[in-house]
């Protein structure tokens, strides 16, 4: 086979991929929508430890987005540009290696999940439940 025809082969399959990933189903779709799942019950449980009275926000960068845009907008700009951020960077290794990709997400998503659970204990021994 020619050079040529080879450079012309994997310039079609760029093209395809990237019109897929465009436009096509998304490598991982399940375990982006876990991600993302795991990630909204972060933000309702950060909303609610807030709400409650009994605790700040710690995080700094967070802070600044809580107290410019309040407590609703200001996290969800802050959580959603995260998981955005996440999402779109772990598509973007898919396109090359999908069991890595695979990891980011998955490691994404045990860490947001130990995060929930401490909001969760923090709340609980706050309230003496």
Known sequence: MP???KTNDAQKQRETSLKEFVFGH????????????????DFFMTYWLLASGM??????VASYFLNHWGPVKGMLYFKLGLV????????????????????????????VVFVVL???SMYLKQTGI
């Not at 929508?33 to 795991?38: A, H, R």
């Not at 973007?92 to 069991?99: F, G, M, T, Y």
């Open 3 to 5: 050079e040529d025809d």
């Open 26 to 41: 998304l490598p991982l779709e399940a375990e982006t929508t876990m991600f993302v799942l795991v990630n909204m019950i």
């Open 55 to 60: 605790f700040r926000e710690s995080n700094p």
């Open 84 to 111: 955005v951020i996440v999402c779109v960077v772990a598509q973007l290794i898919a396109l090359k290696d999908v069991k890595k990709a695979r990891w980011v997400l998955n490691f994404g998503t045990v860490a």
């Open 118 to 120: 401490y909001s969760l």
